[in-house]
């Protein structure tokens, strides 16, 4: 299975971005998808988890309310809505999925390549 992440760029403050994490190699069905991102200097951070069905799904307090995960596992695809963008959410954007049958996003093990966002006026 490979990731592939694709939608960073540049953006103002209060701007607007929609991540995509496209699967090859075989389909998402299976998996947790989590959404990480590390800004130079700093750890790596999980800001957002959906599990295999889009039950359950999880948001990091620094990007609760603004940013909105989903999937669509008949596009062997996860999106990552960012709203209200702010100059702290400038980082390197990862898409991640866990071993099969695992919710836990924390556990991933397959890596896209990231896509970085720049927020800054």
């Known amino acids: 299975l490979l990731l592939d992440e694709s939608g960073g760029g540049s953006v103002q403050p209060g701007g607007s971005l929609r991540l995509s994490c496209v699967a090859s190699g075989g389909g998402l069905d299976y998996y947790s998808i989590g959404w990480f991102r590390q800004a130079p200097g700093k750890e790596r951070e999980e800001i957002s988890c959906?599990?295999?069905?889009?039950?359950?799904?999880t948001y990091a307090e620094s990007v609760k309310g603004r940013f909105t995960v989903s999937r669509d596992n008949a596009k062997k695809t996860a999106y990552l809505q960012m709203d209200n963008l702010k100059p702290e959410d400038t980082a390197t954007y990862y898409c991640?999925?866990?071993?099969?049958?695992?919710?836990?996003?924390?556990?991933?093990?397959?890596w896209g390549m990231g896509t970085l966002v720049t927020v800054s006026s």
């Open positions: 959906i599990t295999r069905n889009g039950r359950t799904i």
């Open positions: 991640a999925v866990s071993p099969a049958g695992w919710d836990e996003c924390k556990y991933a093990d397959v």
